[in-house]
């Protein structure tokens, strides 16, 4: 049995249902066109998540699901085939898995000094392909994951600055929201420094999901025990399963994961676009693991008094709550500004 997700923010508590509600319908206005192309894209699930990254504004919400909408229409990330970025994988260095965490959630193992390809482009397909596959594995009730970053056999000579670059770019722009907690294990101890010294100027949101895990101090180690089962923990982490990484066995489970992708694109379904289920959600025992490992744990409210769309879903539609409504067609002078808006940045990517 899986802990409960962390509680929502307070930023989040401090909007009704009804405030909530409203956001989202005025950032789906903003979309025009692009909403009704892509309608799986821009469920309230999604939409919500922009508007957390980027604190509530509607505006700034909008311009970036737009850009996010635009890339998907042009890369199609979706359609990624296993076939098609096999070479990246080789050795493991980015991989999905075959454990979860305490709270249900789907794990990235990511090891930068396993690097084996030079070509920028390459190394961010896999990137995507791997970000689709977790998003595709997350349960019902999830909606963000894990990632395990190993720093074993990690030099500066193992990076690149154009990927680096490139990799915060895609995961900030193109995938808000879905990373719960990043653990950075064995890291040189320099990046822990550093990481004190840019707290200042880093979203304290974003700062409370990078964990410093080190094996030779036990405290830190309690952060891994606190999270996983460590009898199912890989042995590198300071887990108990001797299995690592075998690069046949991942293949098959890709492959097995590519027709489950293709059969769900195929019944019109959206890897974006999957709701978090209330009642599995409200069925999860209080979690029991150090609040520094949910970056919403900080508010001493229950759960239970958050509101969002998808905790009240269901206690306003037995009370015929019926949530303000935006008439876009009302609204001509920004639909006309987003619409001029989004043409010029159209143009700008042609």
Known sequence: MYLRKPRASSAEK??????????INEVRCLLGQLAERLPNFCSDASILRYLRARNWDVQKSGKMLKETLKWRLECKPETIRWEDVVHEAETGKIYRANYLDKYGRAVLVMRPGFQNTSSAKGQIKYLVYC????ILNLAADQEQMVWLIDF???????????A??????????????????????NPPRIFESFSKVVKPFVDQKTYKKVKFVYSDDAESQKIMTDLFDINKLESVFGGHNQDG???????????????KMSDFL????????KEPSLLSSLQKPEPSTSEALSHGSSDSSSSSDVESPRSLHVKNSNQNLNAPQVNCSDSGAAKSEAQHELMIQMRESA
């Open 245 to 259: 990484f075998d690069f046949s066995s991942y293949a098959e489970q890709m492959k097995e994961d590519d027709k």
């Open 14 to 23: 401090a909007l009704s249902y009804q405030e909530q509600q409203t956001k």
């Open 266 to 273: 195929n019944s019109g379904g959206s890897v974006l676009s």
């Open 152 to 162: 074993q056999g990690w030099t500066l000579a193992s990076t690149s600055v154009k």
């Open 131 to 134: 970000m689709e596959n977790a």
């Open 164 to 185: 680096t670059r490139e990799t915060a770019r895609v995961l900030q722009d193109y995938y808000p929201e879905r990373l719960a907690l990043g653990i950075l294990y």
